[in-house]
């Protein structure tokens, strides 16, 4: 029997006439964990695609065990013991966990009861702590990720493909899924990962396989790794001193005062939360989960509501105002580029040019009664171009597009429609290398030019990197205030935990 037991040779899918992958060779053996990675758009999706029937090869060979395959859906490649975990997951939100993991093999008569039970022996055999009768809808990130992988685990999957599994996950639940994944080598189970983040390639895979503009670079054992090759043959250049590199040694001064918040309360997650942001300057705010950064600012842009009663007080350039929706902050200048690009980001089935056109009519007081097709093709080609955005074809509707170049049409219709203040979440979360440091000279740019930038992150090298000032929240308000030049980041995370 052969070492192997997936096989891909030559493998090739065109998409109108363009390569999405040309000619890659991979090898995947028994019982090991593959990382794949690469910068967006380099063919890491398709490739995993392919594998799990989702999508077809134009040209090429797949082989299964040493049989040559041809999967030609998601269900075929199921027989052969292939399942993948999406980014998005896959799962029926209205239903229960139970009915989910049960879902296409059941029985033609069965009693719910009896799918109850057997779920909740075969999720205590995982050691998974997830309760069969819950809605998959209410569940968290981490759990909602526990039921696909058991769900491949139900069906006996050989071969389990992960795309991006810890992009939404906390440090804690990252760690939790690192076990499984290992629990799931000592099973005899294959593992292909697609990761962003090189640091968890280099912790858990055996082997890693770096793509570049759909072709195969180099397949190496993970302990010949190290961060700077992989990034060497991810980018074909070296982001060593671009890339969270060196410490902020030039702070920009303060300008007007352009955001004030005065305690403001939305219970149970902002408490008395106060801040100050000024135009051109990047102020950095760092907090651990639930320390209320994101909600803070979802109120002061509109996307939430404070307390009707005692809810503080917010003022833009010294005039008071309170957002009830997120229209009214835009026509004053204010955007929030969301954290959750998926959910709340873009229309996905549109074009790129169509939602950020639709970003430019948001500008407007009362919307447009006639919109230009001309106008929107000129608006998107313009953005596209500003901010490199990497599509096959120019029709391409967003959905098409790698991780990275959704972020940049997020970005895109926020930029169109020329804010003062700019608040970014999260903004290079399942982001690659060389589209960090894109998004991170955008973001310089704009205090450069006069705005008043916020950056929220939980990642402490990204803070450091970007902030003039950084702020730390913890339990709903703003703890802490350092300027770059005084920050470490022994200091920062102190204030954030105790």
């Known amino acids: 029997m052969s070492d192997n037991i997936l096989e891909l040779r030559k493998a090739t899918k065109l998409y109108g006439g363009a390569p999405a992958i040309e000619d890659v060779d991979f090898e995947l053996r028994r019982g090991e964990i ?12 398709t490739l995993t695609k392919v594998m799990a029937g989702v999508v077809e090869l134009t040209s090429g060979e797949m082989f299964v065990d040493g049989r040559e395959v041809e999967p030609k859906t998601p269900l075929e490649a199921r027989h052969l013991g292939i399942a993948m975990v999406f980014q998005e997951n896959s799962l029926v939100p209205t239903m229960t966990v139970a009915q989910n993991l049960f879902l296409g093999q059941e029985a033609y008569y069965n009693r719910l009861r009896g799918i109850y039970i057997a779920a909740q022996q075969f999720l205590q055999s995982l050691n998974f702590d997830v309760t069969p009768t819950a809605t998959v809808g209410l569940l968290g ?3 909602k990720q526990m039921v696909e992988i058991a ?5 006996q999957a050989k071969v389990i493909i992960f795309d991006e599994p810890t992009a939404s996950l906390t440090p804690e639940e990252k760690k939790y899924f690192f076990d499984l994944v290992r629990d ?23 082997r890693i396989t770096v793509l570049r503009d759909g072709k195969h670079v180099v397949t190496d054992d993970a302990r010949n790794f190290d961060r700077a090759r992989i990034v060497q043959a991810m980018v074909g250049r070296d982001l060593s001193n671009t890339l969270y590199g060196k410490r902020k040694t030039l702070v920009r001064p303060a300008g007007e005062r352009v955001l004030t918040v005065q305690n403001l309360k939305m219970a149970p997650m902002v408490k008395n939360n106060s801040l100050s942001v000024f135009a051109g300057q990047v102020t950095g705010v760092f907090g651990l989960v639930g320390a209320g950064r994101t909600e803070t600012f979802k109120i002061v842009s509109g996307v939430l509501k404070r307390d009707f009663f005692h809810g503080g007080e917010i003022l833009l350039r010294g005039r008071p105002v309170r957002y009830r ?71 391409a509707k967003v959905v098409e597009l790698s991780g990275g170049n959704q972020q940049k049409v997020v970005i895109a219709k926020s930029l169109v429609q020329d804010p003062s203040l700019i608040i970014f979440d999260e903004p290079t979360r399942g982001v690659d290398v060389g589209a960090i440091v894109e998004i991170h000279e955008l973001i310089n740019q704009l ?20 902030s003039d000032r950084i702020l730390v929240s913890r339990q709903g308000k703003v703890v802490e205030e350092f300027s770059a030049r005084e920050a470490t980041e022994e200091k920062i995370m ?5």
Do not use: Q
């Open 184 to 206: 799931l080598k000592m099973r005899g189970v294959s593992i292909v990962f697609i990761s962003h983040a090189l640091e968890e390639a280099l912790l858990l895979a055996d």
């Open 141 to 143: 990130a981490a759990k």
């Open 325 to 395: 929706v997120p229209a009214p902050g835009v026509h004053d200048g204010v955007a929030y580029v969301t954290e959750d690009r998926k959910v709340e980001g873009f229309f996905e089935t549109m074009s790129i040019a169509r939602n950020i056109y639709l970003g430019l009519l948001a500008k407007f007081p009362r919307g447009r009664f006639f919109l230009s097709r001309a106008e929107a093709d000129s608006t998107g080609v313009d953005w596209v171009r500003k901010l490199n955005v990497r599509s096959i074809g120019g029709k």
């Open 151 to 155: 769900r491949a685990v139900l069906h």
């Open 494 to 498: 102190y204030a954030a935990i105790h």
């Open 34 to 45: 593959h990382a794949l990675v690469g910068e967006n758009g380099a063919g890491k999706s």
């Open 447 to 466: 205090a450069d030019e006069g705005k008043a930038v916020v950056v929220i992150s939980s990642y402490l090298p990204e803070i450091m990197a970007l």
